[in-house]
């Protein structure tokens, strides 16, 4: 079963200079009970991506074309307000600032009791399933967490309880969005490893965004590598880590020499910059930059299964 289908999603921002094609043609798939990692350097549609499903892009973005199939609902056709009745018990989402989830003026246990508005239960269950859900996230001295205001714990802590609001109705999907980025190293492997324990618990499926490699190898079982808006290489983490088929991901992984095991906090760096959006420059999206560049490239490359379910959009790649 699939939980979230993308596909040949477009997304355009109106700007001074034209039209700014920051998704063009996306198409993937979050299968049930998988955890699917987006990578790619900023500026490369990632948030467009997120903020286009769940009905949040910019007054000046839209959906040109495409659907976004959640659950057998398309919400590229849904308006916001329909989206947004979705969120929380369905589709849950947790971003890189956990302020953004918690209100500072409400005790932390109302706020776990506000979201169980549609559940049956009484008062003091509804906080015995909140003081479960932060053990879960190993808040010490849970049952009086629930006392406290979210200033009153660590950025860590409040990213865990972030957490576990997020997963406390058990959605279908949970949208995760940089969540460890602010993190410091130690606190981000914790935090991973938190969220795994979680959604093999819970079985939901993850969309998790990240530019940080290490995370998405260890987290992640299955990957999208995004460069300038569309897809370059999709497939299972194993395959794409593995056999790398588009240049870009090559380059990604060839200045990370101890891959999986290496947590580097940056993406490396390739020289060149990304194309001009307004202005998509003929043939492979990735050519001005790629050392592996042919005549051919001058051409928009198909993409190529490299075995079922790895796919590369490159000239280069080839079915095994
Ligand atoms: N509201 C907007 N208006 C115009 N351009 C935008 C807007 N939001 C994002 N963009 C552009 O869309 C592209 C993708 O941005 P974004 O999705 O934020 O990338 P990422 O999250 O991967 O860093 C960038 O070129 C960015 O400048
Ligand atoms: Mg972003």
Excluded: W
Aim: some cysteine.
């Amino acid at each position: 079963m699939t939980v979230l289908a993308i596909e040949n999603l477009n997304v355009v921002f109106a700007t001074e200079g034209g039209d700014l094609h920051a998704l063009r043609d996306v198409s993937f798939k979050v299968p049930e009970q998988r955890i699917v990692g987006i990578v790619g350097e900023s500026g490369c549609g990632k948030s467009t991506l997120i903020n286009a499903i769940l009905g949040l892009l910019a007054e000046n973005g839209r959906i040109a074309s495409g659907s976004i199939s959640f659950e057998g609902e398309d919400l590229a056709h849904l308006d916001d307000k329909a989206i947004q009745d979705l969120r929380g018990p369905r589709l849950s989402t947790v971003f890189q600032d956990p302020m953004g989830a918690l209100n500072p003026v409400i005790s932390v246990g109302r706020q776990m009791r506000n979201i169980q508005y549609r559940s049956d239960l009484a008062r003091a269950e509804k906080d015995a399933r909140s003081i479960d859900m932060l053990r879960q996230v190993r808040i010490p001295d849970a049952a009086q967490a629930l006392k406290r205001y979210p200033h009153e714990f660590s950025g860590g802590m409040k990213q865990r309880i972030a957490i576990a609001m997020a997963l406390m109705m058990e959605p279908a999907l949970l949208i995760a969005d940089e969540p460890t980025t602010a993190l410091d190293a130690t606190l981000e492997v914790t935090t991973i490893e938190l969220l795994k324990d979680l959604q093999a618990e819970i079985g939901c499926s993850v969309l998790f965004i990240s530019h940080h490699l290490g995370v998405i190898a260890e987290l992640c079982d299955d990957v999208v590598v995004m460069y300038a808006g569309e897809v370059v290489e999709r497939g299972s983490t194993r395959q794409v880590f593995g056999n790398p088929s588009h240049p870009y991901t090559a380059r990604l992984l060839d200045c990370d020499p101890a891959r999986q095991s290496e947590r580097t906090r940056q993406l490396p760096t390739i020289p060149g910059e990304l194309p001009d959006l307004r202005r998509r420059p003929e043939g492979c999206i990735f050519a001005a930059r790629c050392d592996r560049r042919m005549d051919v490239c001058a051409a928009i490359p198909p993409d190529i299964e490299v075995v079922p379910g790895h796919v590369a959009r490159c000239f280069l790649a080839e079915s095994q």
